[in-house]
């Protein structure tokens, strides 16, 4: 399900349907007793306060909906909820904000965790995956069962697989024999002739008939790089930003980094002291990185690592463990403080909030040469955070950036400023939660 250029999947369409009505419930109940908040605008408060931070934890997010983290991940939703009920009763959007309030919030998270529970165990039986039925080779076949695996829960079940030149009577017979959701076809060339008589009446009889790239497209809100349909996928219809929308964009970084930096000041000062006195060196570090166009530009971050760190002038990734990043490097890597600097960035119009992590031309050029499409990336402004990184763990190796370009890639193709909202909100989580962090 696509809602403004944003895949959605259902089945989070369908948990937050019945958290609101959930929640609600738990509130209207407890008002009608008197329990609850006797404000006209109290129900509504304590509903978003929990289903916002829901949202910015994850919990509905496809590779969080199976039940691994959940109860971190609810422990951070009360809390937050209780943060923002208290905040609301110092504006008035609360009568009050006491243990009746903390309790109902307590009580509605625990229909957020309920509703997982029954959801997930439904989610994993076969009657609620689409079935599908690959058209294609051995190796669409593997890449079909990777994705399966991945998953949590997985959204089809693959009930059938015929060889790119099983020809149209196979196919019929797979389609009227088995009950097939979805076809997928990784097929040279277009279909013709019988085959496309065949899949034509499939798609009447209510199928879904789509090419393996925008199968793993949708499945893994990826555009992979080495598929051979990737350089169509990712110039056909999408969200192309016209002028408005490039100046909503950037109206959005200005004003929101604006905030970011009279909020977090304090805590920069703070950070800065510390890493002074930790080691004597300077407090920023300034890099050269690859930005919109290939163009070179500086970013700035607070240091984390010692002086001497690349004394031999060669660009390395950091790794889990590195002994070169100092006692107060590790902690502002952990939390993300380390990042703040590059506000200035973003003000200055050298990167946007949102968008692929600029990276050393050092290592461009390896990656250039070592993964189709990656040079793709700088057709956008780089950001502080982005679609890989809400995705992706940190990566450090070639592997971890391929996976990352495609998630860079997807971003290419649908970013448009709902998506840009939705990936700072999901940044919530990863910085709460160091996600990813080394």
């Known amino acids: 399900m696509r809602i403004y250029h944003v895949e959605v999947p259902r089945l989070a369409v369908l948990l937050a349907a019945v958290d609101v009505a959930a929640v609600s419930a738990v509130v209207l109940a407890a008002k009608s007793t008197g329990f609850g ?9 304590l509903l978003w306060s929990i289903v916002i931070p829901a949202f910015a934890m994850g919990l509905y997010q496809r590779s969080f909906l199976g039940l691994h983290r959940l109860p971190t991940r609810a422990v951070s939703v009360f809390a937050a909820a209780v943060l923002l009920q208290a905040l609301a009763s110092e504006v008035g959007l609360l009568d009050r904000f006491d243990l009746t309030a903390a309790a109902l919030s307590l009580a509605g998270v625990s229909a ?20 599908v039925l690959l058209i294609g080779d051995d190796r669409s076949g593997r890449r079909l069962a990777e994705i399966e695996a991945r998953a949590r829960p997985a959204r089809f079940v ?4 015929i060889p790119a030149e099983g020809g149209a009577e196979a196919v019929a017979c797979a389609f009227r024999d088995s009950r097939i959701d979805a076809i997928v076809l990784d097929i040279a060339g277009e279909p013709e002739g019988a085959l496309a008589d065949v899949l034509l009446r499939a798609r009447l009889a209510g199928a879904r008939v789509e090419t393996l790239g925008t199968f793993v497209e949708r499945e893994t809100r990826q555009i992979e790089v080495d598929d051979r349909e990737a350089l169509r996928l990712i110039f056909s219809e999408g969200s192309q930003r016209g002028a408005a929308s490039r100046l909503v964009k950037r109206i959005l970084d200005v004003t929101a980094s604006l905030a970011i930096l009279l909020t977090t000041l304090p805590l ?13 060196g300077p407090m920023f570090y300034r890099q050269e990185r690859v930005g919109l166009g290939g163009r070179s530009f500086r970013i700035m971050k607070f240091r984390t690592m010692r002086v001497d760190a690349e004394a031999d002038g060669v660009a390395r990734w950091a790794v889990a463990g590195d002994r070169r990043t100092t006692a107060v490097g590790r902690f502002l890597r952990k939390s993300r403080i380390d990042e703040l600097p590059q506000i200035l960035n973003v003000l200055r119009g050298d990167m946007s909030l949102v968008g692929p992590r600029p990276e050393r031309p050092q290592i461009v050029a390896e990656l250039e040469a070592a993964i189709p499409l990656y040079a793709h990336r700088h057709l956008v402004p780089p950001g502080l955070t982005g679609w890989a990184q809400i995705n992706y763990p940190y ?3 070639l592997a971890d950036a391929e996976q990352k370009t495609a998630y860079d890639l997807y971003y290419l193709k ?11 909100v999901q940044t919530v989580r990863v910085v709460l939660l160091a996600e990813g962090s080394r």
């Open 268 to 280: 920069m000062l703070l950070a800065g002291l510390a890493v002074v006195l930790c080691d004597r």
């Open 395 to 397: 990566g450090a190796s």
């Open 158 to 161: 693959q009930a059938g697989f």
């Open 37 to 45: 908040p006797v404000s006209a605008a109290g129900p509504a408060v």
């Open 112 to 131: 957020l965790v309920l509703n997982r529970l029954v959801t997930c165990r439904l989610a994993e039986t076969p009657t609620f995956k689409s079935r």
């Open 414 to 424: 649908n970013g448009s400023v709902i998506l840009d909202l939705v990936i700072l």
